[in-house]
């Protein structure tokens, strides 16, 4: 059995490469694929502990997380293509406001 410090150490690590990326990349889709990162890091925060406590109150929550995560990434995506249509890029440094 995998003690829960080397699932915490996991998703410690994902977060902060996650939250690296945002802070770094100025490209919106690779900013969208290290929020998911983050996310994902999460649920397996919420996961390691519902496996320790032996309970499914951190797999409601990783439920919710995931829920989020692809409302996110609809309407996420659904910006950048307009973003994209709109002014030939997606650089976030570019994109000041939404009016053209």
Known sequence: MVPISYYLFLA???FCLGMFGVLVRRNALI???CVELM???AN???LAFARMRG???GHV???FVIAVAAAEAAMGLAIVI???RSR???NIDEIKTMKH
């Open 39 to 41: 996310l994902n890091a």
């Open 44 to 46: 397996l925060t919420f």
């Open 88 to 90: 030939g890029s997606v």
């Open 12 to 14: 410690a690590a994902l």
């Open 55 to 57: 309970d499914s109150a």
């Open 31 to 33: 900013v969208f694929m």
């Open 61 to 63: 929550s990783a439920f």
């Open 82 to 84: 307009a973003v994209f």
